[in-house]
């Protein structure tokens, strides 16, 4: 307590930590990516320190989540709705984690399949199990979302970590570089902002000169900030220099 009271203090005065409270903060955020939020799991972690313990809390939720879709839709929209839920991990873990809905049936167009599964997606937002993240046309305000391209995070990234497997946890908290953990780390800023109320967005410019990418681009105390998720070890950020 002593330590993280200190690490509060530095934070709130824009003075840069030290190494110890440094390793610290990603010890306690590595766990939160494991964890997750959710109160069962993180009272389980707490009581056991075991990871597996959580994870079987976990494991109960998202059966909770499945019930959900099966008790508020019909058959065969239940089926489309969880065909979307299970795909938001593989959807992330992509080079540019856009949200394609021609993911979800093989061969089939995205604008078709987007007329087919749209209303089921909107279902998991609507139930607050996942975060909408449009693209922008400009990275200026007043900002102007592309309809067609967005991305979606889990509503809690130990949900997330679980879906993805016992290997991505293992390999989160063993630090493991040779992980991506792009998809992880992205889903936590998503789900942080999400929760303080703030609204993300992203740019990507793929064509022309001067291309980028911007991870999250939010409006916060009447500003426009740019916000680079960085999970390796490397912390060039070119699209925001």
């Not at 824009?14 to 409270?21: F, I």
């Not at 939020?37 to 499945?66: C, N």
């Not at 749209?118 to 592309?146: D, Q």
Request: charged residues 25%; proline residues 3%; hydrophobic residues 35%.
């Amino acid at each position: 307590r002593i330590i993280l009271s200190g690490i509060k203090k530095k934070i709130g005065a824009m003075e840069p930590l030290d190494e110890s409270e440094l390793e610290v903060m990603a010890s306690h955020f590595r766990d939160y990516m494991i964890v997750g939020g959710m109160p069962a799991s993180v009272e389980a972690f707490v009581r056991t320190k075991q990871y597996s313990e959580s994870g079987r809390k976990i494991d109960i939720i998202l059966g909770d989540v499945i019930n959900d879709i099966n008790r508020y839709n019909d058959p065969v929209n239940a089926l489309k709705t969880q065909r979307c839920f299970e795909s938001i991990p593989e959807h992330l873990s992509s080079n540019n984690k856009k949200f394609q809905y021609s993911r979800l049936e093989k061969g089939t167009g995205s604008r078709a399949s987007g007329e087919k599964y749209s209303e089921n997606l909107l279902w998991i937002e609507g139930a607050g199990y996942g975060n909408f993240c449009y693209g922008l046309n400009s990275p200026e305000r007043p900002f102007k979302r592309i309809e067609g391209l967005f991305k979606v995070y889990l509503s809690d990234t130990g949900m997330l970590v679980r879906m993805m497997g016992t290997s991505a946890a293992i390999a989160i908290h063993n630090d493991d570089i040779g992980f991506n953990a792009g998809a992880v780390a992205e889903n936590e800023i998503a789900e942080c902002l999400s929760k303080s109320g703030i609204r993300p967005r992203f740019y990507r410019k793929n064509s022309g000169n001067n291309q980028m990418e911007i991870d999250f681009v939010i409006e916060l105390l009447d500003e426009c900030i740019a916000i680079e998720v960085k999970s390796g070890k490397k912390r060039e950020s070119p699209s925001v220099e």
